[in-house]
T-cell receptor, first 111, second 114 residues
Framework: EDQVTQSPEALRLQEGESSSLNCSYT??????LFWYRQDPGKGPEFLFT???AGEEKEKERLKATLTKKESFLHITAPKPEDSATYLC????????????FGIGTKLQVIP | NAGVTQTPKFRVLKTGQSMTLLCAQD?????MYWYRQDPGMGLRLIHYSVGEGTTAKGEVPDGYNVSRLKKQNFLLGLESAAPSQTSVYFC?????????????FGEGSWLTVV
């Protein structure tokens, strides 16, 4: 069974204090690993797709990296507007519906 | 940019009542999905569709039915609502590509069953 575990469950940072969110996964035949951002009362918003170990993607203050067992979402010098829940998901081989989501990390950035 | 649109956004039902959640996407995506999101649990797939006129069961299909009569629309029905179906429901869609499946979500529908 495919599994995604995100840590920590919640993270509180001061503005400008860089940190990383972790996504550990087990999947049968990884097709892709996804990061989403979810604001309160909204649907998840797509951020990145990573396909293979060693790959990195960046967007503004966010950088996602991938190894064979986990992915990290690095947040550099965060701002209050980065506050959100960040979801990780993995797609397994065998069908487009085989996407497993983690519970998410709730990030709060304090001014 | 509409993307994926869901209606209604909020609804309160009494146990045993029925209702339909409506979803429309304007991205010409082949695949559409209905997920539910509950506290302490990740998004769970209820039903999905790989094209117009097709539907299939996901991880938690019991108590729900779906229909996809048009490519751009995907309907989720609750025939006899139960308190356990109190949740946030997300419709989503994705394109048919060769490899990975980037899923785009709607804004959500908050359903309370009393």
């Amino acid at each position: 069974e495919d599994q995604v575990t995100q840590s920590p469950e919640a993270l509180r940072l001061q503005e400008g204090e860089s940190s990383s969110l972790n996504c550990s996964y087990t999947v049968s035949g990884l097709r892709g690993l996804f990061w989403y951002r979810q604001d309160p009362g909204k649907g998840p918003e797509f951020l990145f797709t990573l396909y293979s170990a060693g790959e990195e993607k960046e967007k503004e203050r966010l950088k996602a990296t991938l190894t064979k067992k986990e992915s990290f979402l690095h947040i550099t010098a965060p701002k209050p507007e980065d506050s959100a829940t960040y979801l990780c998901a993995v797609q397994a081989a065998g069908g487009y519906q085989k996407v497993t989501f983690g519970i998410g990390t709730k990030l709060q950035v304090i001014p | 940019n509409a993307g994926v649109t869901q209606t209604p956004k909020f609804r309160v039902l009494k146990t045993g009542q029925s209702m339909t959640l409506l979803c429309a996407q304007d991205m010409n995506h082949e695949y559409m999905y209905w997920y539910r999101q509950d506290p302490g649990m990740g998004l769970r797939l209820i039903h999905y569709s790989v094209g117009e006129g097709t539907t299939a069961k996901g991880e938690v299909p019991d108590g729900y039915n779906v229909s996809r009569l048009k490519k751009q629309n995907f309907l989720l029905g609750l025939e006899s609502a139960a308190p356990s179906q109190t949740s946030v429901y997300f419709c989503a869609s994705s394109a048919r590509t060769g490899g990975t499946n980037t899923i785009y979500f709607g804004e959500g529908s908050w359903l309370t069953v009393v």
